[in-house]
């Protein structure tokens, strides 16, 4: 299992990868901002060389006011929640208008 903090999850986000130690964590993919009203998220899948883990990061605040990242309000040093994960197919079926 991999243990990082919400800060070394929010920099290797926007840095597209961290070193920690003798492990190398390499940014793969993640999503766009998903807007909360004033507040946003998005997901990081990142890889280890090996296995592949998913976290998330949030901010606060707007465009035209400064963006206050989770690391400033939960605390730099708080473990973030990574999860380790697998890319799988899935298909749904849902009901659409024609």
Not at 22 to 31: A, F, G, I, M, R
Request: zero cysteines; glycine letters at 10%; hydrophobic letters at 35%.
């Amino acid at each position: 299992m991999v243990k990082l903090t919400i800060e070394q999850l929010e920099d290797m986000a926007f840095e597209g990868g961290i070193n920690i130690g003798d492990v190398t964590y390499t940014v793969v993919e993640e999503s766009g901002w998903e807007y909360d009203h004033k507040y946003q998220s998005k997901t990081v899948i990142f890889t280890d060389g090996n296995n592949h883990y998913r976290g998330e990061i949030g901010r606060s605040g707007s465009e035209w006011t400064d963006w206050t990242y989770d690391s400033e309000i939960y605390g730099a040093d708080d473990p973030a929640e990574i999860t380790e994960v697998e890319k799988r197919e899935v298909v749904v079926t849902e009901w659409v208008a024609f």
